[in-house]
């Protein structure tokens, strides 16, 4: 289980050349949470895993967000913002990125000193898109993105969701997930260069033997 409200237990990652989202401990609407102010900015808090793909269960997370972003878009790169996101990376064999994904790898390596997962895949809210849309990222298809809530209706309410981790990477990524190397938070708006707020609760990961 991942508890929103101990924030000495994420790791802030930062984007190089983008500013900080402000994540701070807060109680909303009287729920532990952790709460995320972004303004033209874009930063992750990430806990370090390594779960096996074998013991890979379900996931399952809340949040509730204030404001959808105006012109965010996630189908374009100028434009790809949101308010939250839940964000899974996962180990594999690196040997089959595309060249593109193989420059894009040691890019990553130089600037933050990490290679790039070799799939990340993202629970997020879009304006527009239909829940249960995936849609890849538009600088590489290694990141793909499952839209599990879409437009205004239920901004400001708490929202929980559950999901079989293995099921959706697979249907995602047309193949099986392997190791999970670690569970991060994002909310951002650096293309659009708008505001947000948005608060996350409890993240847990149940192991698939234990269903």
């Known amino acids: 289980m991942f508890q929103a409200d101990q924030k000495s237990r994420w790791e802030p990652v930062l984007i190089p050349g983008k500013l900080r989202t402000a994540f701070?401990?807060?109680?909303?609407?009287?729920?532990?949470?952790?709460?995320?102010?972004?303004?033209?900015?874009?930063?992750?808090?990430?806990?370090?895993?390594?779960?096996?793909?074998?013991?890979?269960?379900?996931?399952?997370?809340?949040?509730?967000?204030?404001?959808?972003?105006?012109?965010a878009d996630m189908t374009r790169r100028e434009s790809e913002d949101s308010p939250v996101r839940v964000v899974l990376a996962f180990d594999g064999d690196r040997s089959r990125f595309s060249a593109r994904d193989a420059a894009l790898n040691e890019l990553t390596r130089a600037l933050t000193g990490e290679p790039m997962p070799y799939a990340v895949m993202m629970y997020v809210w879009s304006?527009?898109?239909?829940?249960?849309?995936?849609?890849?990222?538009?600088?590489?298809?290694?990141?793909?993105?499952?839209?599990?809530?879409?437009?205004?209706?239920?901004?400001?309410?708490?929202?929980?969701?559950?999901?079989?981790?293995?099921?959706?990477?697979?249907?995602?990524?047309?193949?099986?997930?392997?190791?999970?190397?670690s569970i991060a938070i994002m909310t951002d708006t650096d293309n659009t260069r708008g505001r947000t707020q948005a608060w996350y609760g409890t993240i847990a990961l149940e192991p698939a033997a234990s269903r």
């Open 24 to 71: 701070s401990v807060d109680r909303q609407q009287g729920r532990a949470s952790l709460q995320a102010r972004s303004e033209g900015s874009a930063s992750m808090l990430r806990q370090r895993l390594q779960i096996e793909a074998p013991l890979l269960g379900r996931l399952s997370f809340e949040w509730q967000v204030q404001n959808l972003i105006d012109g």
């Open 127 to 181: 304006n527009d898109q239909p829940v249960g849309t995936v849609i890849p990222n538009p600088r590489t298809d290694r990141i793909r993105k499952i839209v599990v809530e879409s437009g205004p209706a239920r901004l400001g309410q708490w929202l929980h969701y559950a999901r079989d981790v293995r099921a959706d990477f697979e249907h995602a990524f047309g193949e099986a997930p392997q190791t999970l190397q």
